[in-house]
Every structure is written in structure tokens, then in C-alpha cells.
T-cell receptor
Framework: AQRVTQPEKLLSVFKGAPVELKCNYS??????LFWYVQYSRQRLQLLLR??SRESIKGFTADLNKGETSFHLKKPFAQEEDSAMYYC????????????FGQGTELSVKP | GAVVSQHPSRVICKSGTSVKIECRSL??????MFWYRQFPKQSLMLMAT?????????EQGVEKDKFLINHASLTLSTLTVTSAHPEDSSFYIC???????????FGQGTRLTVV
């Protein structure tokens, strides 16, 4: 079964602290993994995807096939990073539909 | 970037009535759109895949007669919640992909309240 698990509902850190939002997945083939972000009162938007291997707003995520994980990391959190973060999976030949994790609310305190 | 627009943003309807939600791709053509439902503080649950010119593909457990999807053009998909009940109250979100890209663009969502 396809599944995305984000174990933390809420992650609260102080400004400047490192952040790691966890994501584990279950998929029999080779999925494509994404992180989407939803800032307050805004629509969901793509933050990054594993195939790009890029850093966006200081965030990075590495796909670990052995651990079936795609954790999102940032070395120094900023207050403007406060948002809901969703890990999502798209399976091969599934027409692009996304399976979302439960979401993690990141709160960065001053 | 690609823009997906939903209308209305909020709607309140009486129990037993039907309500239609529109999802438009403003600056690109979308052969496939997706409809999600989101409960408060919870994840997005995929309801169905809307295919232009053909029937929608519904996820397991989603009543296709309850949630009618029509994708009549390359820029418009509609979701009609028929005979709405209070338990249908939720946040409905659509998304669309641009061509062969795997990136999905999301609408702003529609808050449906059934009273």
C-alpha cells in the first residue's frame, strides 16, 4: 500500500535552530517524493522535489531508499519558515496524483 | 508560474441541496486535474482524478454519485456535491499539472459549509 507518514504534528523551534521534519514512505516501486508548504492563508505550493536535488529557501531533502525516508532539513530556521509542511508521494505511471502525509506544523519562535 | 483558480472560495448551502465548485487553469491547459478534501488540521485526501473528455477516476471509498466531476474542457473541471449533508462540510482543493511536469499547482481551496 502507498503511504506517507509524518510522525510529528507540531514542531516548535527557536529562530536559528536546526530543523528536521521527518517523512517516511511506503511504496513498492520507485516513487517521486515532494515537500509542499502552506503558509498561513495561502495555497499549497511546491517547496522541493527529490529529483531536483536543489535547496529552496535553505531547505534540503535527501531521498534515502534504504530507510524509505525523505526528511526535510534546514540548518538555521527563520520565523518566516513557520507554516504547514506536507510530504507527498507520486507513484510511477499514476498520472501525477499525489499521496500526502498528515502534515507537520512548524512554528519558529523569535 | 502556472495558476489554478477555484470558485467560490466559500459557500454555505442548506442540507439537501447541491453545490458546484469550479477549478480553472488560468494560463495553461490541463488534461488532468485532481480533487482533494482536507479536514481541519489533517492531511489532503485524494478524492478523484478528473480527466478531460472522459470519466473521472474515483479513489476507493469516494461515492461517485455523491461527488460528480465534470472535466468538459482543458481549463475547467467542476465538482458537484449532490444532496449535501453537514458531514460533507470540508475544505475542497483542486490541483493541476502542467504538461509532462510532475509539479502540481493548487487552487486556493473552497470552504463548504452545509447547514
Amino acid at each position: 500500500a502507498q503511504r506517507v507518514t509524518q510522525p510529528e504534528k507540531l514542531l516548535s523551534v527557536f529562530k536559528g535552530a536546526p530543523v528536521e521534519l521527518k517523512c517516511n514512505y511506503s511504496y513498492s516501486g520507485s516513487p517521486e517524493l515532494f515537500w509542499y508548504v502552506q503558509y498561513s492563508r495561502q495555497r499549497l505550493q511546491l517547496l522541493l522535489r527529490h529529483i531536483s536535488r536543489e535547496s529552496i529557501k535553505g531547505f534540503t531533502a535527501d531521498l534515502n531508499k534504504g530507510e524509505t525516508s525523505f526528511h526535510l532539513k534546514k540548518p538555521f530556521a527563520q520565523e518566516e519558515d513557520s507554516a504547514m509542511y506536507y510530504c507527498a508521494l507520486s507513484g510511477h505511471n499514476q498520472g501525477g496524483k499525489l499521496i500526502f502525509g498528515q502534515g507537520t506544523e512548524l512554528s519558529v519562535k523569535p | 508560474g502556472a495558476v489554478v483558480s477555484q470558485h467560490p472560495s466559500r459557500v454555505i448551502c442548506k442540507s439537501g441541496t447541491s453545490v458546484k465548485i469550479e477549478c480553472r487553469s488560468l494560463d495553461f491547459q490541463a488534461t488532468t486535474m485532481f480533487w482533494y478534501r482536507q479536514f481541519p488540521k489533517q492531511s489532503l485526501m485524494l478524492m478523484a482524478t478528473s480527466n478531460e473528455g472522459s470519466k473521472a477516476t474515483y479513489e476507493q471509498g469516494v461515492e461517485k454519485d455523491k461527488f460528480l466531476i465534470n472535466h468538459a474542457s482543458l481549463t475547467l473541471s467542476t465538482l458537484t456535491v449532490t444532496s449535501a449533508h453537514p458531514e460533507d462540510s470540508s475544505f475542497y482543493i483542486c490541483s493541476a499539472r502542467v504538461g509532462g511536469s510532475t509539479e502540481a499547482f493548487f487552487g486556493q481551496g473552497t470552504r463548504l459549509t452545509v447547514v
